[in-house]
């Protein structure tokens, strides 16, 4: 089975401070996601990579950066830490893209601001 | 814009009392309609895929049928075990590896 893996559970940092979520995935999947999930809300897609070194904003780009060095490995980068951008972070990858294909999550990263 | 909506929001049901949870969809083009099951701090777990009007699918006691416009996860005779919150999803046929649109969920408890 494929395994989406994030780095961190839970994490609790203070405004302004500069923050790391790192994602792995074991199965050679081209296209890696970043959502985040809030109550009420939904998923909403953050940003996205279907290459190395390459990327697309989704959604809900704004206050995040990505960076996709590896195949295997996707970050997503908090600049500059905002209490409104404390959230549950899921990751997600897929094989291709193509037709119908379905995505597989990592646990999720409780992330709080403070 | 591609627009997911699920209904109920949440649903308490009795075990062995039979149910269905909701999924209307508006997309350019349907690619596929995706059902994940999502357990407290955890992440999606996938389910179904459906990728045209009149497909079925079913894994034990889950069927789930697909219309032009909507589809339906239908839960037989429902245990404790399958208390978890139920999202659709959709992709369109845009093109690229853009994911999928979301709805917000349906929060399903099955009381013993």
């Known amino acids: 089975d494929v395994k989406v893996t994030q780095s961190s559970r839970y994490l609790v940092k203070r405004t302004g401070e500069k923050v790391f979520l790192e994602c792995v995935q074991d199965?050679?999947?081209?296209?890696m996601f970043w959502y985040r999930q809030d109550p009420g809300l939904g998923l909403r897609l953050i940003y996205f990579?279907?290459?190395?070194?390459?990327?697309e904003k989704g959604d809900i780009p704004e206050g995040y950066s990505v960076s996709r060095e590896k195949k295997e490995r996707f970050s997503l980068i908090l600049e500059s830490a905002s209490t409104n951008q404390t959230s549950m972070y899921l990751c997600?990858?897929?094989?291709?893209?193509?037709?119908?294909?379905?995505?597989?999550f990592g646990s999720g990263t409780q992330l709080s601001v403070l | 814009e591609d627009q997911v909506t699920q209904s109920p929001e949440a649903l308490r049901l009795q075990e062995g009392e039979s149910s269905s949870l909701n999924c209307s969809y508006t997309?350019?083009?349907?690619?596929?309609l995706f059902w994940y099951r999502q357990d407290p701090g955890k992440g999606p777990e996938f389910l179904f895929t459906?990728?045209?009007a009149g497909e079925e699918k079913e894994k034990e006691r889950l069927k789930a049928t697909l219309t032009k416009k909507e589809s339906f996860l239908h839960i037989t005779a429902p245990k404790p075990e399958d208390s978890a919150t139920y999202l659709c999803?959709?992709?369109?046929?845009?093109?690229?590896?853009?994911?999928?649109?979301f709805g917000k969920g349906t929060h399903l408890i099955i009381q013993p």
């Open positions: 997600a990858s897929s094989l291709t893209g193509r037709l119908g294909e379905k995505l597989f």
């Open positions: 459906l990728y045209s």
């Open positions: 999803a959709v992709q369109a046929s845009g093109g690229g590896a853009d994911g999928l649109t």
């Open positions: 199965m050679d999947h081209e296209n």
């Open positions: 990579s279907y290459d190395v070194k390459m990327k």
């Open positions: 997309v350019s083009g349907l690619r596929g």
